[in-house]
């Protein structure tokens, strides 16, 4: 079992920056690729951003988030973190971890891949 704790998320202002962090429980955190999603009132929920394994292996990123955004994870501290620049009121949204498990490299971004899932971290862009 892999708990996933989010945390990090706030209110900012157009512009501004923020990161996000994914803390795991179990030490088989290695195993498993990560990804961030994010769900904005009344809206789907989107694969924001997804790493593999390991640090510097595959990284991958929405449309709408490319150049801002950047995954990375430290697997000596279980912890996945996504650092988020020049947010938007259009980045408002609850943003959510969620861990695949992997034999192999490589991430998805589908909701349907995850096997665990954090409760959510809320962020608001706002002036």
């Known amino acids: 079992q892999l708990q996933l704790v989010e945390s990090g998320g706030g209110l900012v202002q157009p512009g501004e920056s923020l990161r996000l962090s994914c803390a795991a429980s179990a030490f088989t955190f290695a195993n498993y690729a990560i990804s961030w999603f994010r769900q904005a009132p009344g809206k789907e929920r989107e694969g924001v951003s997804c790493?593999?394994?390991?640090?510097?292996?595959?990284?991958d990123y929405a449309d709408s988030v490319m150049g801002r955004f950047a995954i990375s994870r430290d697997n000596a501290k279980n912890t996945v973190y996504l650092q988020m620049n020049s947010l938007g009121p259009a980045d408002t949204a609850v943003y959510y971890c969620?861990?695949?498990?992997?034999?192999?490299?490589?991430?998805?971004?589908?909701?349907?891949?995850?096997?665990?899932w954090g409760k959510g971290t809320p962020v608001t862009v706002s002036s």
């Open positions: 790493i593999s394994r390991w640090s510097g292996g595959t990284v």
């Open positions: 969620a861990a695949q498990l992997r034999v192999y490299g490589g991430c998805s971004r589908s909701d349907n891949d995850m096997n665990y």
